[in-house]
């Protein structure tokens, strides 16, 4: 089956940095996405990686490795509206999207 | 650009009523759309893939019969919601991939929120 594994909560500290891991297994891969999703509202999109390496986008990178199906997004300079939930999600060979569960980042002053 | 609304936001209905959701991509034409219902505290669960001009594919476990989805030009589908029931009320949310781009982006509507008395 598909599945797609990330931390269901995570809490960091005003200032640092955190990193949101995501695994998957999924039947054919066209790229993965993660998505800012706040209480009460849509995703909106971060990032997109189809291949393999970093992708860096102001405050937030994020990095794939197809081989392991792995990916993580870093999140620099924490601000305390980064407090959201974190969602992975990966493009499948039907070029559906497998959703995970979401990471839940809760930033403390 | 890539901006999808929907109507309504929030709508608060009777039980047994039928409820219409539309989604719109304002600036772009979406050959294909995608309705998601999300629960609290809950990821995203795809419900169908709407294709402009054909019958919309069902994910297992949704009633075809009761989420009537139609998708009858590029930038416009809708979500009704027939004789809902307390157990429909959740936020459904709309996506929209636009025609022809090799970027796989789906673009997301602001969600609408259901509640069924």
Known sequence: GQNIDQPTEMTATEGAIVQINCTYQTSG????????????????????????GLEE????????????????????????????SYLCAVMDSNYQLIWGAGTKLIIKP | GAVVSQHPSWVICKSGTSVKIECRSLDFQATTMFWYRQFPK??????????????ATYEQGVEKDKF??????????????????????????????????????????????????
């Open chain 2, 68 to 117: 009537l989805i139609n998708h009858a030009s590029l930038t416009l589908s809708t979500l009704t919601v027939t004789s809902a029931h307390p157990e429909d009320s959740s936020f459904y949310i709309c996506s929209a991939r636009e025609s022809g781009s090799d970027y796989n982006e789906q673009f997301f509507g602001p969600g609408t929120r259901l509640t069924v008395l």
């Open chain 1, 57 to 84: 986008k102001g405050r937030f990178s994020s990095f794939l490795s197809r081989s392991k199906g792995y990916s993580y997004l870093l999140l620099k300079e924490l601000q305390m509206k980064d407090s959201a």
């Open chain 2, 42 to 55: 809950q990821s995203l669960m795809l419900m169908a893939t709407s294709n402009e001009g054909s019958k």
């Open chain 1, 29 to 52: 891969f066209n790229g993965l996405f993660w998505y800012q999703q706040h209480a009460g509202e849509a995703p909106t999109f971060l990032s997109y990686n189809v291949l393999d």
